[in-house]
């Protein structure tokens, strides 16, 4: 499995903007699959966005298209979650995930390794 730690998190005012990171180690990132998910702990864990192994395609969830993107660069081991105009509703700690196989992820089930998660405030 590869490790994966979250880091770009923090406290930001409501229509602000955060840009996650996720750092893989142990194994090349352009194997896997790649995801973001986000929890409360009021919810399940949620399917935010998910990206193909080289980029080609990637799949936000509707409820978020518009305001967060994910993109990876390969060369770096690394994949980001651009998070626009901030909502109070956004506040969750955030997942990324790695999943073995081709195409896109959109369940849990799928990834094989997560990271710890990195903490999201967005004051009102």
């Known amino acids: 499995q590869v490790q994966l730690v979250e880091s770009g998190g923090g406290t930001v005012q409501a229509g602000g903007s955060l840009r996650l990171s996720c750092a893989g180690s142990?194994?090349?990132?352009?194997?896997?699959?790649m995801g973001w998910f986000r929890q409360t702990p009021a919810k399940e864990r949620e399917f935010i966005a998910t990206?193909?192994?080289?980029?080609?395609?990637?799949y936000t969830a509707d409820s978020l298209k518009g305001r967060f993107t994910i993109s990876r660069d390969n060369a770096k081991n690394t994949v980001y979650l651009q998070m626009n105009s901030l909502k109070p509703e956004d506040t969750a700690v955030y997942f990324c995930?790695?999943?073995?196989?081709?195409?896109?992820?959109?369940?849990?089930?799928?990834?094989?390794?997560w990271g710890q998660g990195t903490q999201v405030t967005v004051s009102s």
């Open positions: 990206i193909s192994r080289s980029d080609e395609s990637f």
């Open positions: 142990g194994r090349s990132l352009s194997g896997y699959t």
């Open positions: 995930a790695a999943a073995p196989g081709y195409g896109l992820a959109l369940t849990s089930g799928r990834y094989d390794s």
